[in-house]
């Protein structure tokens, strides 16, 4: 069963909700964040990227950046940009771009369900990336950017959601992307329950993004333990700020790839090596979006080509099964001799939110092939987590994006 338990949030006031509010902190480099901190001042990246506040030869993880962070913060609580609501509640978080909605629940998930594995990941962490968050929220005493969970659709925590819609929301504005977000509270006791005990008959929830996140809100609040040897469980500290959104309301985009040269060999032969593992059609100019799994568009010097895993590479196999793995597996790491992802400077991606015509500009420009990939469905993403096995990296693109500074979680 899991535990999602209401709480008191910090929160901006309803007239700078849509300035405050920003792109989770890893969007930008230091660069772009400093930007937009200058177009729009309320903006809570001044608070998740405090470096901003230093010369840009600042050690950007220095003690004193952190300390920054929490200065900040708690100024924009003193100015009344912030306000504390008066109850641990629950908050409805509706995200909608390009006409296409998807309804989350905002509350606070255990600790303790992570490290027992009701909450389940699908990626490993690095630990300095880790470092970071885990001094941005030890240092602030709290968790300013929400993790977003998955679950399986639950009837009863749906009913509750959908009823509190119907009343005026307490913010609702477009961002600077066209992205509208809406958000309503969730006071009434009976519907908290209703809510509690709903989730109390889930038996897993996924990470979906925000696994460094995730990984920095346990280890401070194992912290937080330590220090605490006489602790209860109750304390906010067991706790860290989630949305959890059901998996009928998820879209996954495509994570596309573009490979910088063919491993010294000709385009002939390139396709020759191509078509020992892959059907291959050629398309002509336009560009070649996969309709379904196991296919996959390629472009190459202009010309785009259609894909598809001949039936012997194909696998059951919840990892091996995946498309990023059949492309992985059968061509990037045999043809062109991409081993490692991770570090190989001839791979870079592009999340399916650009479009197959960045696809066509990069191999245009500094990049030889392009690869359009079928998206992976959260049902795959289930199935990795449930088997305990880890994703490709690389493997999901959510988009739009949970936004920083709605929901502050004080530990």
């Known amino acids: 069963m899991a535990r999602i338990r209401p709480f008191q949030a910090i929160r901006p006031r309803e007239d700078v909700a849509g300035k405050v509010a920003a792109l989770p902190y890893d ?110 929220v030890d240092v602030c005493s709290a968790q300013t950017g929400p993790i977003f969970l998955a679950y399986r659709a639950q009837a009863g925590i749906h009913e509750v959601i959908e009823r509190v819609k119907q009343n005026t929301p307490l913010y609702d504005f477009v961002a600077a992307d066209g992205v509208r977000h809406a958000v309503w509270v969730i006071a009434e006791e009976q519907d908290i329950e209703k809510i509690a005990a709903g989730f109390a008959e889930i038996q897993s929830i996924y990470i979906a993004d925000g696994h460094h996140r995730t990984a920095s809100a346990v280890k401070v609040g194992l912290k937080r333990r330590a220090e605490n040897p006489h602790y209860t469980g109750q304390e906010e500290f067991n706790f860290f700020l989630s949305v959890l959104f059901p998996h009928d309301q998820l879209m996954i ?39 379904e799994k196991a296919t996959f568009g390629m472009v190459l010097e202009g010309t785009w080509y259609k894909l598809r895993a001949r039936q012997e ?93 709605l929901f502050i979680h004080e530990l």
């Open 27 to 136: 969007v930008y480099n230091r660069e772009e964040a400093l930007e937009e901190i200058k177009k729009e001042p309320h903006s809570f990246l001044k608070v998740d990227r405090p470096e901003t506040h230093f010369p840009e030869d600042f050690d950007p993880y220095h003690p004193q950046v952190y300390a920054k962070a929490a200065e900040v913060l708690q100024g924009m609580i003193q100015e009344g940009i912030f306000i504390r609501e008066a109850k641990p509640c629950y908050y409805i978080y509706e995200l909608t771009m390009q006409g296409r909605a998807q309804t989350g629940l905002v509350g606070c998930a255990a600790i303790d369900d992570y490290l027992q594995d009701v909450i389940k990941k699908h990626e490993l962490t690095r630990e300095d990336k880790e470092l970071d968050r885990i001094n941005h």
């Open 253 to 291: 985009l495509d994570y596309n790839r573009v490979v910088k040269d063919l491993n010294g060999l000709s385009k002939a032969e390139f396709l020759a090596e191509v078509k020992k593992s892959f059907e291959l059609e050629e398309a002509g100019n336009t560009p070649y979006q996969p309709e």
């Open 313 to 405: 590479i194909r696998s059951a196999d919840p990892v091996v099964g995946l498309d990023v793995s059949l492309l992985q597996n059968h061509l990037l790491t045999p043809i062109l001799q991409i081993k490692d992802i991770r570090t190989d400077k001839r791979i870079d991606f592009v999340g399916g939110i650009r479009g197959l015509q960045e696809l066509e500009r990069r191999t245009g420009s500094d990049m030889k092939c392009g690869f359009s990939l079928y998206p992976t469905s959260i049902q795959e993403l289930f199935a990795v987590s449930d088997a305990g096995r880890l994703m490709p990296p690389k493997s999901t693109w959510f988009e739009p994006k949970l936004r920083s500074g």
